[in-house]
């Protein structure tokens, strides 16, 4: 069974920055794709910055140049988020692909406002 934990949530003022962090079970090097979505109250999901095992990184226009996908070298997956807007508000979910499908942790919220 694959889990993975998000943390680092919370409230930041406009302009401020959060890290967000993913534990996922077992060796990071076993996931093929690895990355960030979120959902705004009233929206659909959508992709935030996703990242393949080999280091190739795509974002969403929104979040292009403010934030950064990332890992190390065990079971951690990051997602640095500076400048932030009212608009990046929402419950930002961690996600991976390997060989047994897609998984999802429980999400964590980030409100931005003042």
């Known amino acids: 069974q694959v889990q993975l934990v998000e943390s680092g949530g919370g409230l930041v003022q406009p302009g401020g920055s959060l890290r967000l962090s993913c534990a996922l079970s077992?060796?990071?090097?076993?996931?093929?794709?690895m990355g960030w979505y979120r959902q705004a109250p009233g929206k659909e999901r959508e992709l935030v910055a996703r990242r393949t095992r080999y280091g190739s990184a795509i974002y969403a226009d929104s979040v292009k140049g403010r934030f950064t996908i990332s890992r190390d070298n065990t079971n951690m997956l990051y997602l640095q988020m500076d400048s932030l807007k009212p608009e990046d508000t929402a419950v930002y979910y961690c996600?991976?692909?390997?060989?047994?499908?897609?998984?999802w942790g429980q999400g964590t919220q980030v409100t931005v406002s003042s």
């Open positions: 996600n991976a692909d390997n060989q047994y499908g897609t998984h």
């Open positions: 077992g060796s990071i090097f076993s996931f093929n794709v």
